[in-house]
């Protein structure tokens, strides 16, 4: 049989398993508190279910349109108009995808080539550079500024070459849990203006933003909508992160060129649970009120921390608390992170896998996207450290 090994060259040779597929199973293994995996450990409304078994068991179970059922995209664009004040066009301007992920992966495969440069901010969400490499792109990185992790538009100004293709940006951003300012957002179009730079806008968490924060979209600034996709998930709004559902907004020469790639890839996305989405989403109350909900997680997971030798960072967006421990150990916090999962069982994420040359300010990340009770357990293990 063919020594396979030695014959394939990885597009991805440092390329291995997630951190975050890696510390919930080492949570699973010892039994532990998974603070670390970005998701909820309650179910989603009930509403939502009734929705699901109603347009399961209503035959709708072939082919939807490739772009999404047109009830679906309208709803987004409305809310984009309602939120934002931006104006797409549900018909060529709106793709339903299978999960944020995918969206992401497929406007950077549309559109970026070999020898191309894609600007990141790092700590970078784990999935961008892959995505930009797998195409054979290069990421060039610029650090946000420890530990407000502020931009240093300068910095930002420097790294765009004539080999820029696109930049990736994340706001709310995870994992950092900061936030794009309106005077962030109009330095970056300023930046921008008179290039051919496209952007990557992962808007997950637009409606997790706390103490007064607005998010601030990139479909609000004129000069950055018209160069962007928009891209969210309805999996983080509606605490359905296994439905692996999301959408994607852009300006029609942009769509143009990712539904070449979206259709020879999945082609399609969920039919019945489209139909479910667009029924629920006639109630933008459910989304209007989720930060209000997880601001009062973040609050009593904080409240349940006090005592404790780590220090709270700000978390003005997403559903994770970042807490440096320089206090606490001198140990690098991937080896924090798993000592504290198998000896004390509750599992973190280390803020150095996010950084393309391992750079450690002594961080690890906490999902408060959890039960009062698990957020109370966890808390008391943090506050006896």
Same mark, same amino acid.
């Given at each position: 049989? *063919?020594?396979?090994? !030695?014959?394939? =060259?990885?597009? /991805?040779?440092?390329?291995?398993?997630?951190?975050?597929?890696?510390?919930?199973?080492?949570?699973?293994?010892?039994?532990?508190?998974?603070?670390?995996?970005?998701?909820?450990?309650?179910?989603?409304?009930?509403?939502?279910?009734?929705?699901?078994?109603?347009?399961?068991?209503?035959?709708?179970?072939?082919?939807?349109?490739?772009?999404?059922? #047109?009830?679906?995209? +309208?709803? @987004?664009? +409305?809310?984009?108009?309602?939120?934002?004040?931006?104006?797409?066009?549900?018909?060529? +301007?709106?793709?339903?995808? *299978?999960?944020?992920?995918?969206?992401?992966?497929?406007?950077?495969?549309?559109? @970026?080539?070999?020898?191309? +440069?894609?600007?990141?901010?790092? *700590?970078?969400?784990?999935?961008?550079?892959?995505?930009?490499?797998?195409?054979?792109?290069?990421?060039?990185?610029?650090?946000?500024?420890?530990? %407000?992790?502020?931009?240093?538009?300068?910095?930002?100004?420097?790294?765009?070459?004539?080999?820029?293709? #696109?930049?990736?940006?994340?706001?709310?951003?995870?994992?950092?849990?900061?936030?794009?300012?309106?005077? %962030?957002?109009?330095? &970056?179009?300023?930046?921008?203006?008179?290039?051919?730079?496209?952007?990557? =806008?992962?808007?997950?968490?637009?409606?997790?933003?706390?103490?007064?924060?607005? $998010?601030?979209?990139?479909?609000?600034?004129?000069? /950055?909508?018209?160069?962007?996709?928009?891209?969210?998930? &309805?999996?983080?709004?509606?605490?359905?992160?296994?439905?692996?559902?999301?959408? @994607?907004?852009?300006?029609?020469?942009?769509?143009?060129?990712?539904?070449?790639? $979206?259709?020879?890839?999945?082609?399609?996305?969920?039919?019945?649970?489209?139909?479910?989405?667009?029924?629920?989403?006639?109630?933008?109350?459910?989304?209007?009120? /989720?930060?209000?909900?997880?601001?009062?997680?973040?609050?009593?997971? /904080?409240?349940?921390?006090?005592?404790?030798? &780590?220090?709270?960072?700000?978390?003005?967006?997403?559903?994770?608390?970042?807490?440096?421990?320089?206090?606490?150990?001198?140990?690098?916090?991937? %080896?924090?992170?798993?000592?504290?999962?198998?000896?004390?069982?509750?599992? =973190?994420?280390?803020?150095?896998?996010?950084?393309?040359?391992? $750079?450690? %300010?002594?961080?690890?990340? &906490?999902?408060?996207?959890?039960?009062?009770?698990?957020?109370? !357990?966890?808390?008391?293990?943090?506050?006896?450290?």
């Amino acid at each position: 049989m *063919p020594n396979y090994s !030695k014959a394939i =060259a990885s597009k /991805l040779p440092n390329v291995g398993t997630t951190i975050f597929t890696v510390m919930s199973k080492l949570a699973q293994e010892h039994n532990a508190i998974n603070l670390s995996q970005g998701f909820p450990d309650f179910d989603c409304a009930p509403r939502l279910l009734e929705l699901t078994a109603k347009y399961f068991n209503a035959g709708l179970n072939q082919y939807p349109p490739s772009a999404g059922i #047109m009830a679906l995209r +309208e709803r @987004v664009v +409305e809310k984009a108009a309602a939120l934002y004040g931006a104006t797409y066009d549900p018909e060529h +301007e709106a793709t339903i995808v *299978p999960g944020a992920t995918y969206g992401i992966f497929t406007a950077i495969t549309a559109f @970026v080539r070999p020898g191309d +440069e894609v600007v990141l901010f790092e *700590p970078t969400y784990d999935s961008y550079a892959p995505a930009v490499e797998v195409n054979g792109g290069r990421p060039v990185y610029v650090r946000l500024q420890f530990p %407000d992790y502020s931009i240093d538009w300068e910095a930002v100004q420097r790294a765009i070459t004539p080999k820029t293709r #696109m930049i990736v940006i994340n706001t709310p951003n995870n994992p950092t849990t900061s936030v794009f300012s309106a005077e %962030d957002m109009r330095a &970056f179009e300023n930046i921008l203006r008179n290039t051919n730079i496209i952007v990557v =806008a992962d808007e997950v968490y637009e409606h997790l933003i706390y103490d007064g924060h607005q $998010h601030q979209s990139v479909a609000r600034f004129p000069g /950055l909508a018209e160069r962007s996709f928009v891209v969210s998930s &309805f999996g983080k709004t509606y605490s359905v992160t296994g439905w692996k559902m999301g959408y @994607v907004l852009a300006p029609r020469e942009l769509m143009a060129e990712f539904r070449k790639v $979206h259709q020879y890839n999945v082609f399609v996305t969920n039919g019945p649970l489209q139909y479910v989405l667009a029924d629920y989403m006639q109630d933008p109350s459910v989304y209007l009120a /989720l930060a209000s909900f997880y601001q009062q997680k973040r609050d009593f997971f /904080l409240t349940g921390i006090k005592g404790s030798r &780590f220090r709270v960072l700000p978390s003005r967006g997403t559903f994770f608390q970042n807490l440096a421990y320089d206090a606490v150990s001198d140990e690098k916090d991937t %080896d924090l992170a798993v000592r504290l999962t198998k000896e004390k069982g509750l599992a =973190a994420i280390p803020l150095s896998v996010f950084y393309h040359d391992g $750079h450690c %300010d002594k961080v690890l990340r &906490f999902c408060f996207a959890k039960s009062e009770q698990t957020l109370a !357990k966890g808390a008391a293990i943090l506050r006896g450290l």
